[in-house]
């Protein structure tokens, strides 16, 4: 049966592939470019397949074992950087869900008979590496991005990613009402915010919809649930979703009158966080104790199958990759059930918005 997969999934072989094919894989910054003089040395990858674990160790050749040390099979370094080359032109080209029968007579003989590796958290791809500055070589797990396809998501959106609003400083009748929440234009939740404005409304945060995601954002930093709501508002009341930019603004307005005087970027820092913690381990509908599972940080594949690491150990770096390279996006309204006024038990109206980060 012929092995069938999207972009992104893809992308996982192509990586397995590249990065055995050139033996390291070298750190970007945050406009993803190349960091010509920082690199890591590759020294195997672990791959686990259904219940088989198999080391792709590099030396001369690609020596592939078994998890209780038994040799499998030698190949060509030059065989895994062609057969990555030959991939990355067939995912290029591709569209939705594909086949490539070119590349998989070459993975079921390098025992590589799934697109994903089993994993149980956001660990994509293991690779044991040499770290040239500590001299250690530790096991790290990375997720994989891939820039091939379309844009991938940072924080998914769910009913547990809702935020609700009180709506103060004005009265409307339930026309205006019906009337606000059957606006159906293209950009339909940033039209009715502007309305709601425009009738002299303003927002202000009035809770979560999810206890355990509300938790997980107050064990990063306890002001992070009013802080993301600011950035929602900032967000749907000008219509830019750039994350770096909302978190300028409202850095300027400063609502949570933070002492600004010595220039601490305290939103910035915690919007970085938040960042972070969503890349490695934090999921919303889980609770979260603080680990991160993919430890060792992100693998960017670019569209021109540069493959760019950006490693925990350089955090900075990682930090305003996802810093630059992040924004909000409107996910479906029906689906998560936000974007409408609604009069609540207390007679006051309120109104959702919904977290969702992507990667531009």
């Known amino acids: 049966m012929a092995i069938s997969g999207n972009k992104g999934e893809w992308s996982e072989i192509y990586v397995l592939l590249k990065l055995l094919g050139e033996g390291q894989v070298y750190a970007g910054d945050a406009e993803l470019n190349k960091i010509e003089n920082l690199f890591y040395p590759i020294i195997k990858v672990l791959r686990n397949e259904h219940d088989n674990s198999f080391e792709y160790s590099i030396n001369d050749n690609i020596v592939i074992v078994t998890e209780d040390g038994k040799e499998l099979l030698r190949k060509s370094v030059a065989d895994f950087l062609k057969q990555a080359n030959t991939l990355l032109k067939i995912i290029q080209k591709s569209k939705g869900t594909f086949t490539a029968p070119e590349i998989e007579s070459f993975m079921s003989e390098i025992h590589c008979k799934t697109l994903k590796a089993k994993s149980q958290d956001k660990t994509d791809i293991r690779i044991v590496i040499h770290d040239l500055r500590t001299g250690m070589t530790p096991v790290l797990g990375f997720s994989i991005k891939s820039q091939v396809g379309s844009n991938s998501t940072l924080l998914n959106a769910g009913n547990t990613t809702n935020f609700c609003y009180r709506i103060n400083g004005c009265e409307l009748t339930d026309q205006e009402i019906k009337t606000i929440n059957e606006i159906e234009t293209k950009q339909k939740i940033l039209d009715r915010v502007k309305e709601i404005i425009k009738k002299g409304g303003s927002l202000s945060y009035y809770s979560m919809v999810d206890a355990t995601f509300k938790n997980n954002l107050i064990l990063i930093d306890s002001l992070l649930p ?133 990667f531009k």
């Open 226 to 358: 009013q802080i993301v709501a600011e950035i929602l508002i900032q967000c749907y009341s000008t219509g830019v979703y750039d994350l770096k930019k909302n978190t300028i603004e409202i850095t300027k307005r400063n609502p949570l009158k933070y002492d600004i005087s010595g220039n601490h970027k305290y939103y910035e820092y915690k919007i970085k966080n938040l960042l972070v913690a969503s890349a490695l381990g934090m999921v919303p509908h889980t609770p979260w104790n603080g680990k991160y599972d993919a430890n060792g940080g992100y693998l960017v594949v670019k569209e021109d199958g540069d493959v760019l690491c950006y490693h925990f150990y350089d955090r900075n770096l990682f930090e305003n990759y996802l810093f630059e390279n992040t924004k909000l996006e409107t996910p479906s309204t029906t689906r998560y059930g936000f974007g409408e006024i609604f009069v609540g038990n207390d007679k006051n109206l309120y109104f959702k918005l919904n977290l969702q980060i992507r």
